[in-house]
T-cell receptor, first 116, second 114 residues
């Protein structure tokens, strides 16, 4: 299994530009999570999906952030317009709760976003 | 609401000495508990989990953790630390019944000196 795949690994963009981060979860996993990690705030859950449906987006910082999961094998996190304070490492994770037991997450390697 | 606390921002230990990284949790019902490790410029990697059964759980890289229900703790331990164990460690909890998101602690940086 290739694990959770995120792209790009690094993204540098100018303030005001649109940024799209991509995630391919592990095949067969039915839950997907987007996290943001910064030195100041640690690991923050932005949004998570279960069976492609957004369950909790209370962690999305503001309307500039949006996430979609059009099918079980792909998700995007979009920031429009981007701001320097959005600079962080963004992680995607997936898990399976089939059988009503959650055995934890598998994380991707992250996307390091720098907004200048 | 469920939560975890990692009271130490950093733990320093000499190579070869035992190490402990502390975690306490708060959750209604029976918890599912996890430890993850993050190496520089990498994603979080699963170390071990407690679901049910034996309170002492053994995981990857020689790590183990002990579930203590009366103290609501799940401390991570290793008998003999290696320099390569230096990383950021996260404790996490899940209610375990039905689907629930994992709640992560703030992380503890472990530094193992040669």
């Amino acid at each position: 299994d290739a694990g959770v795949i995120q792209s790009p690994r690094h993204e540098v963009t100018e303030m005001g530009q649109e940024v799209t981060l991509r995630c391919k979860p592990i095949s067969g996993h039915n839950s997907l999570f987007w996290y943001r990690q910064t030195m100041m705030r640690g690991l923050e859950l932005l949004i998570y999906f279960n069976n492609n449906v957004p369950i909790d987006d209370s962690g999305m910082p503001e309307d500039r952030f949006s996430a979609k999961m059009p099918n079980a094998s792909f998700s995007t996190l979009k920031i429009q317009p981007s701001e320097p304070r959005d600079s962080a490492v963004y992680f995607c994770a997936s898990s399976s709760d089939r059988g009503r037991v959650n055995y934890g997450y598998t994380f991707g390697s992250g996307t390091r976003l720098t907004v200048v | 609401a469920q939560s975890v606390a990692q009271p130490e921002d950093q733990v320093n230990v000499a190579e070869g000495n035992p190490l402990t990284v502390k975690c306490t949790y708060s959750v209604s019902g029976n918890p599912y508990l996890f430890w993850y490790v993050q190496y520089p410029n990498r994603g979080l990697q699963f170390l071990l989990k407690y679901i049910t059964g034996d309170n002492l759980v053994k995981g990857s890289y020689g790590f183990e953790a002990e579930f203590n229900k009366s103290q609501t703790s799940f401390h991570l331990k290793k008998p003999s630390a290696l320099v390569s164990d230096s990383a950021l460690y996260f404790c996490a909890v899940n209610k375990g019944t039905g689907f629930q998101k994992l709640v992560f602690g703030t992380g503890t940086r472990l530094l193992v000196s040669p």
